[in-house]
């Protein structure tokens, strides 16, 4: 099963700041057929479920701000905000959906410095 | 536009059995994906498993030997059983529309408690 680690466990940054969230991924989730990467990133807020921000590594999930970017490939990938706004805060995912079982990361908290 | 809407009881007992329903609106269940995932409390996400509309099914191995994912296409529901709970299958269980992909719709998610 490919582990999913993220880095930090938590970051605190100041409004109009950039945030960057890291997920490592412990064998490649790119494939060689399509040379995509099987990665997405999420939000998830307390009393919501999930929100899918990026797919395909660096694909923005329709009506996600463009401050949110994601890059990387293989098995390092980023989450980037160009520049953090209030409701920014949350904690955020990332999961490889490459083959079975698909994993998230443990998650990294995102606060207000 | 698509919706999902978890139910079941919110308290289990230990060595029993977790049933829960994803109703479905919005999109018919026929012709696609539909998963669960759940997450203990403090913990990660974790991928349950799928059903595709034809019935056939892709569990997580780590929960594979107690896991049962049903659909009712008439109802446009399915359903997540779970047998022999135990503390640590407590949880905020989540339906979602997807096999292994990314999840863009996701139920609102319910609390089980494993207590006696």
């Known amino acids: 099963d490919i582990v999913m680690t993220q880095s930090p466990d938590s970051l605190a940054v100041s409004l109009g700041e950039r945030a960057t969230i890291n997920c490592k991924s412990s064998?490649?989730?790119?494939?060689?057929?399509?040379?995509?990467?099987?990665l997405a990133w999420y939000q998830r807020k307390p009393g919501q479920p999930p929100r899918l921000l990026i797919y395909?590594?660096?694909t923005r999930e329709s009506g996600v701000p463009d401050r949110f970017s994601g890059s990387g490939s293989g098995t390092d990938f980023t989450l980037t905000i160009s520049s953090l706004q209030a409701e920014d805060v949350a904690v955020y995912y990332c999961q490889h959906y490459y083959s079975t079982p698909c994993s998230f990361g443990q998650g990294t908290k995102l606060e207000i410095k | 536009q698509v919706q999902l809407q978890e139910s079941g009881p919110g308290l289990v007992k230990p060595s029993e059995t977790l049933s829960l329903t994803c109703t479905v609106s919005?999109?018919?269940?026929?012709?696609?994906?539909w998963s669960w995932i759940r997450q203990p409390p403090g913990k990660g996400l974790e991928w349950i498993g799928y059903i595709y509309y034809t019935g056939s099914t892709n569990y997580n191995p780590s929960l594979k030997s107690r896991v049962t994912i049903s659909l009712d296409t008439s109802k446009n529901q399915f359903s997540l059983k779970l047998t022999s709970v135990t503390a640590a299958d407590t949880a905020v269980y989540y339906c979602?529309?997807?096999?292994?992909?990314?999840?863009?719709?996701w139920g609102q998610g319910t609390l089980v408690t494993v207590s006696s």
């Open positions: 979602a529309r997807g096999s292994t992909t990314s999840y863009a719709y």
């Open positions: 064998q490649s989730v790119l494939s060689s057929a399509n040379n995509k990467n099987y």
């Open positions: 395909w590594a660096s």
């Open positions: 919005g999109v018919s269940i026929s012709n696609n994906y």
